[in-house]
């Protein structure tokens, strides 16, 4: 029997064992409480492109003196040192774990977990010794992340670097991330199934049975193609998420992740055959683990569809509206792992198991916590993932901070931008430089310019959990004018104001162009959030930094802008 033909008994066989097993006591390794998810999908600062800087000789402010230019030119390789690799370094890493979670989910895939006994035997069978089964079934593992990896290349290839930076922000992307997200969703619930033609795996399998290591190879091959079904929702999500944080080796560094977890247990299995022993059943419990992930691809698709809304400002998909969504998603994810909502594919479940019971209170208790945002709980475990606040209609939060709308006095003359951007908090902040730092000059206070964005997720954080506290806001509120630049704002320029930048050389036509340029130009980085400490003239009064979630750092960093000033 060949290797091609060998799997699809083992589905068939499979399928069968799902009608009159109940769902295993053994539950997967990557079920987890959903909001420790925020540690792991967005950690990094986002990486924002530079995608049209503007002509930062018109947007300094032109009572800016020589010393302003100097102390810019300064701090920028002190910058570019302490900005712009740490980002790049985290989101990385950050990629690779996501890659490894979703390797280790795919394991418990019904596509994957009852071949590996089936793959493990056919080695050590075939190879004739112990030894020639494992140093097989090495180069299976190794021939399987080889795969993967060269996918994740081959995305960057057709892609390119400077598509895959535009990707973190661009409205038709990000919608299209979002409709995708769904369908794989639809696949998980059962609606359909996602598969590659079936000649290939034929072509892959033919290539097999000729043996040797490239044999082995094609092996991997195959099990890549006949496992799509169930692994192409997992790497579709994640090369969309590596894709999105704009890293050139994004997609390559997630797909070896995400290989290496799916290649580990063929190699520790032939290196330790005993271990097969302790693996649990095959059952139904594998179609829940795919449910269960369809329940989370469609609370993540949520997330892509709010960043083009605020970059477009079309304010229909607001905070609440998420949060609504969110709690229908993870209440109905409980009741399914208690058994209370069945597809048309699930089996009877006629007892439950202690992990499950776990997991559907974790579910429901999640939902329940979501509950309170709905009346502007901060909620910032997950607040890196929801709409800023300041779109919630009905919000008592900020109003208990004492963030009361600006004084009439303060607004009576309209503010550029005021119209598409409202700041965090009620504070009174400027959405222009120059309109920023002439108040500045007019109140004598320094500035604090927040070079933020819509899709910034370390942004909201920020906001949500480190802004709030008394000793920040009490300083943000009246030792220091706030300028927020949104760097990725796709809101269109005057043709009056849209030019060619001497930066980049590029068309500054949106407001995003505008203050991406002005941060790249000027400061030598693209990350968010970006927080400087100026004087009224422009001068650094201390070397700027990025998202710093411990409260008193922040407030010394502000602490030192006002000693210096």
């Known amino acids: 029997m060949n290797y091609l033909r060998m799997l699809s008994a083992g589905r068939a066989w499979m399928a069968l064992v799902w009608v009159v097993i109940s769902l295993s006591a053994v539950q997967p390794l990557w079920a987890q409480d959903t909001i420790s998810t925020d540690d792991i999908e967005f950690t990094p600062v986002d990486q924002t492109p530079v995608v049209a800087p503007a002509d930062t000789a018109k947007v300094a402010p032109q009572s800016a003196t020589s010393d302003t230019a100097q102390a ?81 290349l081959l995305i960057t290839v057709i892609f390119g670097a400077d598509a895959l930076n535009d990707l973190s922000t661009n409205g038709i992307f990000n919608f299209a991330f979002f409709l995708l997200l769904v369908v794989f969703a639809a696949s998980f619930f059962g609606a359909f199934e996602i598969m590659l033609p079936t000649s290939w795996a034929n072509k892959m399998d033919a290539k097999a049975d000729q043996g040797g290591l490239i044999g082995i190879f094609f092996m991997a091959a195959t099990l890549a193609l006949v496992s799509f079904s169930c692994t192409g929702p997992i790497i579709g999500t994640l090369l969309v998420q590596a894709a999105s944080m704009g890293e050139l ?25 005993s271990w097969m022993t302790s693996l649990p059943k095959s059952g139904s419990w594998l179609n829940s683990v795919k449910v269960t992930l369809g329940f989370l691809e469609l609370a993540l698709a949520l997330k892509f569809l709010s960043n083009v809304d605020l970059a477009y400002h079309w304010q229909w998909f607001d905070r609440e509206v998420f949060l609504v969504l969110w709690v229908i998603i993870f209440g109905m994810m409980g009741f399914y792992l208690l ?18 019971l776990f997991l559907s209170i974790i579910s429901l208790a999640f939902a329940l916590y979501l509950i309170p945002g709905l009346w502007g709980a901060p909620l910032q475990s997950v607040s890196a993932f929801l709409p800023p606040q300041q779109t919630q209609d009905f919000d008592l939060y900020t109003r208990s901070l004492g963030a009361y709308p600006v004084a009439e006095s303060e607004s009576a003359t309209p503010r550029k931008y005021g119209d598409i951007f409202e700041a965090p908090l009620g504070l009174n902040a400027f959405f222009d430089y120059e309109e920023g730092m002439a108040y ?23 906001e949500a959990s480190v802004w709030p506290k008394p000793d920040v806001l009490k300083r943000l509120r009246n030792d220091y004018v706030l300028i927020q630049l949104y760097v990725d704002d796709k809101t269109e320029l005057p043709t009056t104001e849209q030019r060619v930048s001497s930066y980049s050389g590029k068309t500054i036509r949106t407001v995003g162009n505008q203050w991406s340029d002005l941060q790249a130009s000027q400061f030598n980085t693209n990350s968010q959030p970006y927080y400087v400490l100026l004087d009224n003239n422009g001068k650094e009064l201390a070397t700027p930094q990025g998202a710093n979630y411990e409260p008193e750092n922040f407030v010394k960093f502000l602490d030192s802008g006002l000693k210096a000033y």
Not at 105 to 111: G, T
Not at 344 to 350: A, G, I, N
Not at 440 to 462: E, L, S, Y
């Open 339 to 356: 058994g209370k909502l069945r597809f048309s594919h699930d089996s009877e479940l006629t007892s439950i198991s202690v992990p499950r």
């Open 72 to 152: 810019t030119t300064a701090n920028e390789t002190a910058v570019a040192e302490t900005a712009t690799p740490e980002p790049v370094k985290d989101s990385l890493w950050v990629t690779f774990l996501a890659g490894l979670v979703g390797g280790f989910a795919a394991i418990f895939m019904p596509c994957i977990f009852p071949l590996l006994p089936m793959t493990i035997s056919f080695f050590t069978k075939q190879s004739g010794t112990r030894a020639k089964g494992i140093r097989n079934a090495l180069i299976y593992g190794v021939s399987i992340i080889v795969i993967y990896v060269a996918l994740g």
């Open 440 to 462: 500045a000059k007019k109140v004598n206070k320094p500035v604090m310019i927040d070079f933020t964005g819509h899709a910034c997720v370390n942004c909201r954080k920020m």
């Open 249 to 273: 080796l994004g997609p390559a560094i997630g797909m070896f992740g995400f290989a290496l977890a799916l290649a580990l247990p063929f190699t520790l299995f032939s290196l330790f055959p």
